[in-house]
Each structure stands twice: as structure tokens, then as C-alpha cells.
């Protein structure tokens, strides 16, 4: 009987041969380079930019323009795209092999179907993880070759965050390990539209639309939107940024990622359900 | 007892039954041919053999083992292609050979996957994207892939779809070498008639999702009638004059220069008699009792659409 372990490296091997599964990470560091290039040019003007505002009541000294706030500027740029680079491959997982015709040829060998649907997922959330991976090392170690270390200032509607250098690589740590479980979310979510759709193209455009229509709910200050937001998994998939408060709301954090784990269970469960009872008929 | 055995096979889509009560004997070491118009329920029953499909209701076994409780023991002695086989096209042939080999638990030398690809007929292609691959060549690498892991069981469903005349003979071929060469048992379903009359030892009938003829295709194409086109000159007149004869010959069709006849085994001789005897040129006589004649008399009726000829 082939092992989970072995299951997992062939449906990896597969992942890995396909060129999509390049996109993000191509995608990944183009932006991060054209960022980097560009405020390694001019970062300073950028920086005088964003503390405009502050600067015509305050004298701002010593917060000079560094590494660890380049990574900071990216990662907020970079995690509201990256949900979308995660749908592209979680999403054809499933449905392509049904399109394609090659899941009857898995599901016929003597492995279960819940075994080669974890495969799958597995593979998916190695993916995942080397996406935040590779850009916790462009965004951030990049960075502070380039730019060096120093405080992170994080500029708020109605404060201002200064963040000690010595304090912020366990706030980074954190953050990235955050924004893992919360494209893990996206990535169960787009992977179990796989399960269910018999082409590729549903499933993408579909947790696309979602992530995007419950992003726009979120940012809505209306009554009846703030009814349904903490409701939306969205919600909580920008919680990273809460390592970046002094204090930090453990709370929220704690909630949040308990919220996002909960998502994960049950998009994998249903999915786990459904390819069980699933008749391929294709 | 059979090698496979189904039994009260029913499989429901809503009121639609697409199988109906059928029962099939497979025995070890032959092949058996699975036939029935399109849609009559080949590949459905071929997909709850294979577990892709849960049937409503009935059993599948193999060896006496039941499908459901020894699932992953069956299969692993199953090589099979379902309507057509698929591959990962961004993948070379050889690496779609060793990925299907590993989900059997195999881990075969790339000697033992290079002679396979010799046996279908692909030496050379082995690193070869299987995107670039003509349906005759992926058809071929799906034969391969069924038979990388030594199974005792080979199912496929329509292997000739999308082969040219000298594809469909290598396939033949390759199918009687499995047989006699290295004792497998093969199903196969074919909507070329004279395939399963070529190969198979025995077979079943399929028509709306259920069995109307099953045994070997020798008894079933001895018995009851036999065609016979007689070429003449006169074709009404030897019409009449056979009909005369008194002897039970039923004409089946008149046309210029071609009678029709019709007569159990046991009549022919009476026939031929019948026939010499008469004044009419006669000019060739042909006798068939083909599959594609059993087929039709049994599946025709008003209501069904005849397969193409």
C-alpha cells in the first residue's frame, strides 16, 4: 500500500512539472523587485510622501527609511494579491485532473480516495508555504541587504506605530506564519470549488469573485455589512498586520487564527465528503 | 465459480436507469467482450467494476472477493483504461509510466518501462511529452500503463477509439498476445462489432442497462440463423423458386441481382440442394452468421436506433 508520504511527493512531482504553479512565484518577485528597484532609487521622496501629513506639525527625526519598512510596505501590497495567486493552482487541483480525464486513472488504482485527496491538499499547502516563504525572503531578507535594518513605522489613521528594530524580525515571523494560515483558508476554500466543479476555470473565478466581493464587504462601514463581517473569513486573513500594534490584541489574534483553523477543517472536510460520495461519470 | 461475477447490477440517475439488472460471468484466462448500442450501459457497469461509479444496488466481485470490502486488493490487480486513457500531457511518456506504476506500489527499473513501451509500439518515444503524442500513441501508452504493474485483470473500454486500421490490428494483437502469451484475463467493450468477433472468447450484450445475451461468442453465433446472399441473375424468380420448394426457407430481401435468404444451421445442406437444383445462374453464395447480425436481431426494435453499419 503506497504511503501518504509517497502520495504526496508524486502528486508534488506533478504540481511542480506544471507551469502554472511558476506563476505566483514569478509574479511574486517581479512586483517585489520593481518595488525594491524603485524605492531604492527614490525612497526617499516615497518617504516623505507618506509622512506629509505628520510632518507639518512634527519634527519626524530618526525613523529613517530601511529594510524592515520596505518589508512591511510589500507585504501589505503583496497579501491582498497573493490570495489570488494561491486560487490559480488550488483551484485546477481537482477540476483538472476531472477535465483532463486523468482523475479516473487515479481513482481506479488501489488508493483511497481520501488518501489521494489529502495528497492533493498537502501538496497544495506546501505550495502555499513556499509562496510565503519565498516572499519572506525577497520581501524581507532581500530588503534589509539592500536597504538595512532599522525601526518600523507604521502609519495609522489616528496613530503612529514605531516599531523597534530589535523588536519587529519575531513580529515578522509571526506575521508570515498569520498570512500562511490565512491563504491556507483561500487555498481550502479554491480547492474545495476543485471538488466540486468538472472544469478548472469555475472553481479560480469563483474563490476570486468570493475573496474579492468579501474583501469590498469588509471595507464597508455599513450597519449591515459590519453585521456579517466577522463572519466573513476575509475578515480575518489581514490579522497579520495586528503584530504591528504596540500593544498587540492577543486576543484578536488568538480568535482570528482560531476562526481561520476552523475554515480550514471544514472547506477540507466538505471536501473530503463530497470527492467520497462523488460519482465521475466524465 | 467466475473470475467476475456481477450480479443484479442497477445503477440509478434520477428515474433513468442507466443500469438495469444485469448479471455478467467473466472466467479467468479469456477474453471477454462487453457489447451494446451507445448509451446501453457499457461504461457504467465498466465504472462500478472500477469503483469510479457506487452502483444502487447489486454486487461486484472478483475472485469471490466483493468490491466494496477488498477494494484496494482488487484493484491492485486490475490494469484498465475507462472511454479513453489519460494521461499528464506536460509529463514525458516514461514519467506517466512510472507515476502510474508508483500508485500501484511499484517502483519499476527504467529497463522494465523502456521494454514496455517497446511492447505498444513506442521505442524511441519514452522522453517524449505526451502533448505532443497522437491519439493513436496515447492510446498505446495507456496499454502500457495498465500492464506496468503485472495485473491479472485487464479492462478497457473502447481501446480502439481514435486508431487507425493498423492501430486497431497492433491492438489486436497486443490483446491475444496478453491472453496467450502471458495468461491474462481481458475485458473489453468495442463499438466495432467484428473486433469483439475477432478476439473474444465469449461476451456479453448490453442493451438498456441490461444483459440480453451472454456466453461464448463460438454458441452464440452457431445457432438458430444464418444469412445467405446468393448473387444471381433473376433474384425474383430464385425467390420464387426456393419458396415453391416448400422447405421453410424464408426470403429476407430481394434486389437486383442479390437474394436474401434465411435458415437454421441444419437447413443448409437442404438449401444448397434446393438452390443447384434451379435453372437461375447463380454466381457466388455466401453464408455468414456475423456478431453484427446477432447484435441487431436482438437489440433492433422501433423505438431504438439501430447502430450504423
Known sequence: ?282 | MAFVEIRNLVKQFGEFKAVNGLDMDVNKGEIFGLLGLNGAGKSTTMRCMLTLIKPTSGTITYSGQSIDEHRAAILRNIGCFVDRPDHYNYLSAIANLNLSARLYGCYPQKKEMLEMLELVGLKGKENQKVKSFSQGMKQRLGIAATLMHNPELVILDEPTNGLDPQGIIDLRNLVLKLKEEMGKTVILSSHILSEIEMIADSMVIVHRGKNIAQGKVSELLSDKEIVMTVETDNAEALAAWVTSAGMGFAVAATLPGQLTLKAARAQLPELHRVLSASDIRIYNINTRRKLEDLFLTLTHSDDQPVLAR
Open chain 1, 1 to 282: 500500500m503506497i504511503s501518504l508520504f509517497s502520495l504526496v511527493k508524486l502528486e508534488s512531482y506533478k504540481y511542480w512539472s506544471k507551469p502554472r504553479t511558476y506563476i505566483g512565484f514569478i509574479a511574486i518577485t517581479v512586483i517585489v523587485v520593481l518595488i525594491q528597484i524603485a524605492l531604492y532609487a527614490d525612497g526617499k521622496a516615497y518617504w516623505d510622501f507618506l509622512t506629509q501629513s505628520l510632518s507639518q506639525s512634527f519634527e519626524i527625526r530618526g525613523l529613517d527609511f530601511n529594510g524592515n519598512m520596505v518589508c512591511f510596505i510589500l507585504l501589505q501590497t503583496l497579501i491582498v494579491q497573493m490570495p489570488l495567486m494561491v486560487a490559480l493552482v488550488s483551484g485546477d487541483v481537482v477540476s483538472g485532473e476531472v477535465q483532463t480525464g486523468t482523475i479516473r486513472s487515479l481513482l481506479t488504482k488501489p488508493v483511497s480516495r481520501t488518501k489521494i485527496l489529502l495528497s492533493k491538499l498537502i501538496a497544495t499547502e506546501i505550495y502555499t508555504l513556499l509562496l510565503i516563504v519565498w516572499l519572506g525572503i525577497l520581501a524581507w531578507f532581500v530588503s534589509l541587504m539592500l536597504f538595512g535594518r532599522g525601526d518600523v513605522v507604521v502609519l495609522k489613521s489616528d496613530q503612529l506605530v514605531v516599531i523597534r528594530s530589535a523588536d519587529s524580525a519575531w513580529r515578522f515571523l509571526s506575521a508570515f506564519f498569520v498570512a500562511f494560515l490565512s491563504l491556507s483558508v483561500i487555498n481550502c476554500f479554491a480547492f474545495m470549488l476543485s471538488c466540486f466543479a468538472e472544469n478548472s476555470v469555475t472553481p479560480i473565478v469563483v474563490s476570486m469573485s468570493v475573496v474579492i466581493l468579501f474583501t469590498i464587504i469588509g471595507t464597508f462601514d455599513i450597519p449591515l455589512f459590519d453585521a456579517i463581517k466577522p463572519f466573513l473569513f476575509t475578515t480575518h486573513t489581514i490579522v497579520w498586520r495586528n503584530f504591528f500594534d504596540n500593544p498587540i490584541d492577543k486576543h484578536l489574534i488568538w480568535t482570528s487564527s482560531v476562526f481561520l483553523l476552523a475554515h480550514i477543517i471544514l472547506f477540507s472536510g466538505v471536501s473530503i465528503y463530497h470527492f467520497n460520495r462523488k460519482d465521475f461519470l466524465q
